[in-house]
């Protein structure tokens, strides 16, 4: 199964964040004056409706190169509907209009891009979304938690100007556990337990309710749900 993956990081001096794929980098802000945003890129609405857009331009290359023909004049419009709060994207509109170099049809081209792009697929059937809480600490400290049976997951590691940025998914990453490795800044997937405290009042001093289950019958399943 293929997988891509993608960095964020705070721009220093704004609250914009700078994402990047490869050599490859977009600003993500707010519009000006939005939760202290400055205006200096493109907000979440406008990076979905290019990666649909986007997605699809490409997918109209692959065909059309797959068909021999030659595109020129190509234009892509996307507009996405909004509404809610939280606010909810609930439909999308794209317009395409293109050009053949040899004056044919390019009806098909279009057809058929339509039928294998990929964002739009996605997006009409679905996908879970899930938000993993990344915890950060010297390479050394996350080796030691490791060790002792934390489930942390190291994903990226930052060795300083000198040393470069490290996605530990990707092919050639370093490996934490080499004796040469220089001591940096590593992130990595936490899991947390979390409790909570209910407390309700009587209106006199005794009640009904049974005596309260012994410790060990409280706890006798929270290993296995943790390794659920």
């Not at 009806?107 to 990344?134: H, P």
Request: aromatic share 6%; glycine share 12%.
């Amino acid at each position: 199964m293929a997988s891509v993956t993608v960095e964020l990081r705070n721009v220093t001096g704004t609250q914009a964040a700078l994402g990047w794929a490869g050599a490859h980098t977009i600003v993500v802000d707010r519009a000006e004056g939005r939760a202290g945003g400055m205006g200096l890129g493109f907000n979440g609405a406008e990076l979905l409706a290019l990666a649909l857009g986007g997605c699809f331009c490409n997918d109209l290359r692959y065909v059309a190169e797959s068909r021999g023909v030659a595109l020129h004049n190509i234009a892509v419009s996307v507009t996405l509907h909004l509404e809610g709060d939280p606010l909810l994207t609930t439909a999308a509109a794209m317009t395409v209009a293109c050009q053949a170099i040899d004056g044919s049809d390019p009806q098909a081209i279009i057809d058929e891009a339509k039928a294998g792009s990929m964002v739009a697929n996605t997006l009409q059937r679905g996908i879970s979304v899930t938000i993993q809480t990344i915890g950060g600490t010297g390479v050394k400290k996350v080796i030691s938690l490791i060790d002792k049976g934390v489930p942390a997951i190291p994903v990226s590691i930052d060795l300083g100007a000198n040393g470069g940025f490290f996605g530990l998914f990707e092919e050639g990453a370093p490996d934490l556990r080499d004796p040469k490795m220089e001591e940096g800044w590593c992130n990595f997937w936490r899991q947390e337990d979390w409790s909570s405290t209910a407390y309700f009042y009587l209106d006199r001093p005794e009640s009904n309710l049974p005596p309260l289950e012994p410790i060990e019958t409280r706890v006798a399943h929270l290993a296995q749900w943790r390794s659920a």
